[in-house]
Nanobody
Framework: QVQLVESGGGLAQPGGSLRLSCVVSGFTLEYYAIGWFRQAPGKDPEGVSCSSAGDELVYYADSVKGRFTMSRDNAKNTVYLQMNGLKPEDTAVYYC??????????????????GGRGTQVTVSS
């Protein structure tokens, strides 16, 4: 049974940093594509960063490029999202996702379910 448990969200000031973690179980992380999505109230889900198995293809949304970095620790079956230079528009619930469509131009949710409960990120002064 696939499980995705996100953590690390919270309140940050503009310009601040947070590191999100996602512990996965039920599969071996290094052999799977994994991504981070976010959804703000009243908005569609947005693919923030997604990578193929083995990180052969890694995508970042233009809105976060240069500020966010996704990484994996395969030994811990954990994926991270380091978020620097946070902006109020980064406020959303962030989800770790395994079911998505990935290309060089984007990352789109495949289905209606993120798979996990998400973690709230709020950027405000």
């Amino acid at each position: 049974q696939v499980q995705l448990v996100e953590s690390g969200g919270g309140l940050a000031q503009p310009g601040g940093s947070l590191r999100l973690s996602c512990v996965v179980s039920g599969f071996t992380l290094e052999y799977y594509a994994i991504g981070w999505f976010r959804q703000a109230p009243g908005k569609d889900p947005e693919g923030v960063s997604c990578s193929s198995a083995g990180d052969e293809l890694v995508y970042y949304a233009d809105s976060v490029k240069g500020r966010f970095t996704m990484s994996r620790d395969n030994a811990k079956n954990t994926v991270y999202l380091q978020m620097n230079g946070l902006k109020p528009e980064d406020t959303a619930v962030y989800y770790c996702v395994t079911k998505f469509i990935l290309s060089r131009s984007g990352c789109w949710l495949d289905g209606d379910d993120f798979g996990g409960r998400g973690t709230q990120v709020t950027v405000s002064s």
